[in-house]
């Protein structure tokens, strides 16, 4: 059983930044494509970015792009998010999400298998 619990939550200024990491309770973290998504009071559960098992490339949503840095250490088991130039429309629950199998989707919801429970992240204005 897969497990990934988040942590780096918080409360920041607007422009300011986080750094959310993700471990994971795997025996090869690099076998899975690993994403973080979001969900703010009252909207669905949304895709923030995603990073390929061994290449490690990454995809960003349109809202985030050039603002967040998703990355992985295969070897420690941890993921991270780095939140820069954080906005308040970037107040939600910040989750981790793990896919064991190939040719998914990246940025559906329906394609992981595993998440975590969810880190707030709250920007002021």
């Known amino acids: 059983q897969v497990q990934l619990v988040e942590s780096g939550g918080g409360l920041v200024q607007t422009g300011g930044s986080l750094r959310l990491s993700c471990a994971a309770s795997v025996p090869t973290l690099g076998t899975y494509l690993m994403a973080w998504f979001r969900r703010a009071p009252g909207t669905e559960r949304e895709y923030v970015a995603s990073?390929?098992?061994?290449?490690?490339?990454?995809y960003y949503a349109d809202s985030v792009k050039g603002r967040f840095t998703i990355a992985r250490d295969n070897a420690k088991n941890m993921v991270y998010l780095q939140m820069d130039s954080l906005k308040p429309e970037d107040t939600a629950v910040y989750y981790c999400?793990?896919?064991?199998?190939?040719?998914?989707?990246?940025?559906?919801?329906?394609?992981?298998?595993?998440w975590g429970q969810g880190t707030q992240v709250t920007v002021s204005s």
């Open positions: 990073i390929t098992r061994t290449l490690g490339r990454t």
């Open positions: 999400a793990a896919a064991g199998q190939t040719g998914r989707l990246v940025s559906s919801t329906a394609s992981y298998d595993y």
